[in-house]
């Protein structure tokens, strides 16, 4: 069993920083891929930033202001929000690609936190 769960997330003023941690616990071999997705108010899911061993790509809306990291020992991912814009305001969910064993690739979602910009 395999779970996934953010921290981080809150209320914050429109140019302000938050930092969102994601941790992967449970029967884990390796981790293949991480990243963030969020869901605005009314919008369909969308990425924020992916990480993967050799690159990460963001989504056009947080390029230059979200850096992604990730700490391989720890199961842990991290997401550097900088400048946050009222736009920025949805519920933040953290996605693992694992192997759980040599032949089980599985995608996995945490329950999500809710960031909120005020202007």
């Known amino acids: 069993q395999v779970r996934l769960v953010e921290s981080g997330g809150g209320l914050v003023q429109a140019g302000g920083s938050l930092r969102l941690s994601c941790t992967a616990s449970g029967t884990i071999s390796s981790i293949a891929h991480m990243g963030w997705y969020r869901q605005l108010p009314g919008k369909q899911r969308e990425l924020v930033a992916a990480i993967t061993r050799g690159s990460s790509n963001y989504g056009d809306s947080v390029e230059g202001r979200f850096t992604i990291s990730r700490d391989n020992a720890k199961n842990t991912m991290l997401l550097q929000m900088n400048s946050l814009e009222s736009t920025d305001t949805a519920v933040y969910y953290c996605?693992?690609?694992?192997?759980?064993?040599?032949?089980?690739?599985?995608?996995?979602w945490g329950r999500g936190t809710q960031v909120t910009v005020s202007s």
């Open positions: 996605n693992a690609e694992i192997w759980t064993d040599s032949s089980h690739l599985r995608d996995y």
